[in-house]
């Protein structure tokens, strides 16, 4: 079984900032895709941000520019930096970790853009 821990959602104004972290333990041996979903309210989970094992990264077209996904391969973690946060960021964070044909998702967790 693979665990993952996410931190780093709270409230925030707009234009601020935030990171999230996921932290992957229990039995990997070689992880692939990393990545985070959203679930605004009333709205269906989409994909934010993802980073596979050779780099490469993907964005959701409403979060390029703004938003950064990065990982630690040492420290099987994923990051997303998030910039220029705005009301409709608001949400529950989901990370996933691809650990050979299965995927597991974190509790998820909330961010709310609000003045």
């Known amino acids: 079984q693979v665990q993952l821990v996410e931190s780093g959602g709270g409230l925030v104004q707009p234009g601020g900032s935030l990171r999230l972290s996921c932290a992957a333990s229990?039995?990997?041996?070689?992880?692939?895709?990393m990545g985070w979903h959203r679930q605004a309210p009333g709205k269906q989970r989409e994909l934010v941000a993802r980073?596979?094992?050779?780099?490469?990264?993907s964005y959701a077209d409403y979060v390029k520019g703004r938003f950064t996904i990065s990982r630690d391969n040492a420290l099987n973690t994923v990051y997303l930096q998030m910039n220029s946060l705005n009301p409709e960021d608001t949400g529950v964070y989901y990370c996933?970790?691809?650990?050979?044909?299965?995927?597991?998702w974190g509790q998820g967790t909330q961010v709310i853009v609000s003045s």
């Open positions: 996933y970790v691809n650990v050979a044909t299965t995927t597991y």
């Open positions: 229990g039995r990997i041996f070689s992880i692939g895709a």
């Open positions: 980073i596979f094992s050779g780099g490469t990264i």
